[in-house]
């Protein structure tokens, strides 16, 4: 290449390349919805690719995989609270205290 060309090309900058939100270990799966829920929002919508930061590949396999969890009721298709941390603390009935009648003794756990 000739000198006078040399100095017209920009020098090509270094960057760093952003890591996968998604580690080695983790299997995009129905069933694992621990990984399923950091890519819902508070309304338990899916997140966008741009918002998630997953490769193409990536984000056509989660929303399958989160299609298949709602259809298996393992997720919720809307919610009105918060998603992260209260998702897996709904119970019909918690655990409660014995309960202790005058006549007789019986102790009562509610599941």
Do not use: C, H, W
Not at 11 to 34: C, E, M
Not at 38 to 45: I, T, V
Not at 75 to 101: E, I, M, Q, Y
Request: proline letters at 3%; a positive charge; aromatic letters at 8%.
């Amino acid at each position: 290449m000739d000198k006078s060309k040399r100095s017209l090309l920009k020098s090509k900058r270094a960057f760093r390349r952003r890591l996968s939100p998604i580690k080695p270990g983790d299997r995009i799966d129905y069933s694992n919805t621990k990984v399923l829920i950091r890519f819902l929002s508070e309304q338990a919508k899916i997140l966008s690719r741009r918002v998630s930061k997953l490769t193409l590949k990536q984000q056509r396999l989660m929303t399958i995989a989160i299609k298949q969890a709602r259809i298996l009721s393992f997720l919720p298709f809307r919610t009105n609270d918060k998603v992260k941390g209260k998702l897996f603390k709904f119970k019909k009935f918690k655990r409660g205290k014995a309960r202790v009648s005058k006549k007789k003794k019986i102790d009562l756990f509610l599941i």
